[in-house]
């Protein structure tokens, strides 16, 4: 019997190279697990018809000697990452039987590994959203409270390993699209540096601001998969060469230090307990040795206008291809045009309309320089903010999420659902990579809700937030 609560990759790696389990063993513990609980929670859209046979080459594999760090382990794919052969939908009409021709560097890299893929999971449609509220197909339940969120645009692929469905997964943070579920559901969410993990074959929302993310049960977890997706990649044009980056360790420091924005943490809409549970994990830093320093971002309060201006920007022009022309929805009309009104009116969801229209608008003649560009402008000043922070402080803490997971069909309001991310843009604004770790709970209606802490550091360090992240979990 496989005990699929306290079982980490680390952990099935040592079990599956002693033949403790076999890789079939472990997907059918997974499968039986689906079968059980994703009609409740509804994390996965489908499942994968193979995901025994590709558990059998693994086992074959192993049983060659060949061993890798995801070499039989079960993880979910979120529906915005291309396999090949494989439906890839974005959680949309407008894609909802349309066939991926190629796999994404990241699924070539876990393939290489020989990773299992269970299946595609729910996401906020084309990834626009917090809650997956915005899915077709339904919303993605939170697995401490079905009455709640799972969060979003992420939140299959959080669910499914909240809840056991998986050991592992990817998905994708445009705006806090992996941390912020994963604060809301109690587990870890990890966003890399900008051009760290390669993009291709990830379906664009808001192209200067999308990164593959990882999620996992825990911090070596998330290290172990980031460091089987991440590295140059020629077939995407942003992505850079970290090789030459030096990674800081506290090897090579006596003390790190971390800046806490406590002006931004203590501002208004931030939940009294959100608050309380960040001044005590900040306590557990101080116990642990860490100096904290208060800093002061001037810009950081504009950070949720310059990504909701710059986000629909970009999403409307990458949303303009799907027209039903070449692949996808298409609904026939009297002429071209209607087709295209057709199309899209069916297709998209309210949200990625509304989107659309906000982004077509801040683009447009008379709108561009007095939105979009100063937007830019405000960017590159928060940008700049950010480089000489990391001058002076080796992390930036705060909550990850303003408040807990709200209930489903609450939050009528977009606006509201918008505020959820003012802790997370910023490191999608700025390229730098965050990652969330759950800090503790808080007990709402009875029921404990997750509550998580988020970490930044400048571009290329993810081993440092790795460092930190395995000691927070330490002293918890």
């Known amino acids: 019997m496989i005990d699929l609560n306290t079982l980490t990759i680390t952990e099935a790696r040592k079990k599956l190279d002693a033949k403790e389990f076999s890789a079939v063993d472990l997907a059918l513990a997974y499968l039986a697990e689906i079968e059980k609980k994703n009609s409740e929670l509804n994390a996965y859209l489908e499942i994968y018809d193979d995901v025994l046979e590709q558990a059998k080459k693994a086992d074959e594999r192993i049983a060659k000697g060949e061993t890798f760090p995801l070499l039989g382990i079960p993880l979910a794919i979120k529906d915005v990452i291309l396999i090949e052969g494989r439906k890839a939908g974005v959680a949309s009409k407008i894609l909802e039987n349309y066939t991926a021709s190629y796999d994404a560097t990241a699924i070539a890299k876990l393939k290489k590994q020989g990773a299992v893929f269970l299946g595609r999971t729910n996401t906020d449609e084309f990834a626009m959203g917090g809650s997956t509220e915005n899915s077709a197909f339904g919303v993605t339940k939170n697995p401490n409270d079905l009455s709640r969120v799972a969060g979003g645009s992420s939140g299959g692929s959080v669910a499914a390993v909240a809840a056991n469905l998986a050991l592992g997964a990817l998905g994708s943070d445009t705006g806090g699209s992996v941390r912020e579920p994963a604060s809301f559901c109690g587990i870890v969410g990890m966003k890399p540096t900008y051009g760290r993990v390669s993009r291709y074959g990830l379906i664009a929302m808001g192209s200067s601001l999308d990164c593959i993310g990882v999620i996992a049960k825990n911090v070596e977890d998330a290290s172990i998969i980031f460091n089987a997706i991440s590295g140059y990649d020629v077939l995407d044009s942003t992505s850079i060469d970290f090789n030459s ?232």
């Open 245 to 476: 980056f030096k990674e800081v360790s506290s090897e090579n420091k006596n003390t790190l230090t971390i800046g806490v924005p406590w002006d931004l943490v203590n501002g208004d809409g931030v939940d009294q307990k959100v608050k309380e549970n960040f001044e005590q994990a900040i306590e557990k830093f101080k116990i642990l040795g860490f100096k904290i320093k208060d800093i002061s971002l001037k810009n950081l309060d504009i950070a949720l206008a310059i990504y909701y201006i710059i986000m629909p920007a970009e999403a409307s022009t990458n949303l303009s291809r799907f027209d039903g022309v070449r692949y996808g929805l298409h609904k026939d009309g009297k002429n071209l045009l209607e087709d295209y009104l057709l199309t899209k009116g069916q297709g998209f969801g309210k949200e990625v309309r509304r989107r659309i229209l906000l982004g077509t608008y801040v683009l447009s003649a008379g709108y561009y320089d007095a939105y979009y560009g100063k937007a830019q402008i405000a960017r590159e000043g928060l940008r700049k903010e950010f480089t000489k922070a990391f001058q002076e402080v080796d992390i930036i803490a705060t909550p990850t999420v303003p408040f807990v997971a709200w209930k489903i069909g609450e939050k009528s309001d977009p606006i509201s659902v918008y505020l959820a991310d003012i802790f997370t843009v910023t490191a999608n604004i700025v390229g730098i990579p965050a990652i969330s770790i759950p800090s503790g709970d808080s007990l709402v209606e009875g029921k404990k809700m997750p509550l998580g802490i988020q970490f930044m550091t400048s571009h290329g360090k993810e081993d440092l937030l790795f460092e930190i992240g395995e000691k927070f979990e330490k002293v918890k």
